[in-house]
Nanobody
Framework: QVQLVESGGGLVQAGGSLRLSCAASGRTLSSYAMGWFRQAPGKEREFVASITWSVGSTVYADSVKGRFTISRDNLKNTVDLQMNSLKPEDTAVYYC??????????????????WGQGTQVTVSS
């Protein structure tokens, strides 16, 4: 069992930055991959970025490459998403996710085992 709690969302102007954080707890966290998804109103939940606890390998959606950076702190059991050069189309509820298989965190949201409660990110134009 894994518990995930997000923080750090808010309102920012286009071109600005926000940093999201996900606090994870549970046994054998090192066995899991972690990721971020987002869901805009009327749209499906979509993959944003993922990272493995052990090696720190990362994967990004094309829409955020070069603007977002995912990182993890193994001592604090946190996974952060640094978001720079934000655009209005980045507006969504952002969810932290965890799964034993990295592949489940790079595609459809339907295969993900654990979710946080979500945090709202709003980018104004």
């Amino acid at each position: 069992q894994v518990q995930l709690v997000e923080s750090g969302g808010g309102l920012v102007q286009a071109g600005g930055s926000l940093r999201l954080s996900c606090a994870a707890s549970g046994r054998t966290l090192s066995s899991y991959a972690m990721g971020w998804f987002r869901q805009a109103p009327g749209k499906e939940r979509e993959f944003v970025a993922s990272i493995t606890w052990s090696v720190g390998s990362t994967v990004y959606a094309d829409s955020v490459k070069g603007r977002f950076t995912i990182s993890r702190d193994n001592l604090k059991n946190t996974v952060d998403l640094q978001m720079n050069s934000l655009k209005p189309e980045d507006t969504a509820v952002y969810y932290c996710a965890a799964d034993l298989f990295l592949g489940h965190l790079t595609g459809s949201a339907r295969y993900v085992d654990y979710w946080g409660q979500g945090t709202q990110v709003t980018v104004s134009s």
